[in-house]
T-cell receptor
Framework: DQQVKQNSPSLSVQEGRISILNCDYTNSMFDYFLWYKKYPAEGPTFLISISSIKDKNEDGRFTVFLNKSAKHLSLHIVPSQPGDSAVYFC????????????FGTGTRLAVRP | GAVVSQHPSRVICKSGTSVKIECRSL??????MFWYRQFPKQSLMLMAT?????????EQGVEKDKFLINHASLTLSTLTVTSAHPEDSSFYICSARVLLRAGKHYEQYFGPGTRLTVT
């Protein structure tokens, strides 16, 4: 049972344009959401997070939007840079699960120069 | 930021042998660490929660006698894959849980991972 889903396995974007990565979840007990960036054969690197009490959080080129009613979040990267090319995972956690992270399946982003 | 290291980064072992993977928090103390495994092109699957000074908590379907976890200090957790078989070949990643300064949520900082190949 995949509680966190990333329906797009891959995304290709032109350098300078916006990258939008999407994530859906089913567990209404999740109250904290995170995005991680991962290169092959490396551990994930934390990018940005959002609490369920907010609907937007921004950090430099990265913005995460949360739509609780739709159980949907998205990560916007603008402008996209070739160095952003990686696999992006969304993750969710909740107080009821002991803050354990449940990861999505990942989206591979390729930013074309 | 918080740094987590893993050793070794790659290991190849023969079927039937045991392999130990270390996870260290380098500049902070972590009472809780997590162990994940990732199959090619798949998500990270949580295997177990490692708590300093107590027994690990395993996720459903993970054999605790096969994947031994020891969290003997606030900076070190080890995962031992016992009697390894080719199907245990995977990418194993640990993380350390850190309480944010706001004190409301935890974040996890991940190690670089260990590629285990069982021949």
């Amino acid at each position: 049972d995949q509680q966190v889903k990333q329906n797009s396995p891959s995304l290709s974007v032109q350098e300078g344009r916006i990258s939008i990565l999407n994530c859906d979840y089913t567990n209404s007990m999740f109250d904290y959401f995170l995005w991680y960036k991962k290169y092959p054969a490396e551990g994930p690197t934390f990018l940005i997070s959002i609490s369920s009490i907010k609907d937007k959080n921004e950090d430099g080129r990265f913005t995460v939007f949360l739509n609780k009613s739709a159980k949907h979040l998205s990560l916007h990267i603008v402008p996209s840079q070739p160095g952003d090319s990686a696999v992006y995972f969304c993750a969710a956690s909740g107080r009821s699960s002991g803050d354990k992270l449940t990861f999505g399946t990942g989206t591979r982003l390729a930013v074309r120069p | 930021g918080a740094v987590v290291s893993q050793h070794p980064s790659r290991v190849i072992c023969k079927s039937g042998t045991s392999v130990k993977i270390e996870c260290r928090s380098l500049d902070f103390q972590a009472t809780t660490m997590f162990w994940y495994r990732q199959f090619p092109k798949q998500s990270l699957m949580l295997m177990a929660t490692s708590n300093e000074g107590s027994k690990a908590t395993y996720e459903q379907g993970v054999e605790k006698d096969k994947f031994l976890i020891n969290h003997a200090s606030l900076t070190l957790s080890t995962l031992t894959v016992t009697s390894a078989h080719p199907e245990d070949s995977s990418f194993y990643i640990c993380s350390a849980r850190v309480l944010l300064r706001a004190g409301k949520h935890y974040e996890q900082y991940f190690g670089p991972g260990t590629r285990l190949t069982v021949t």
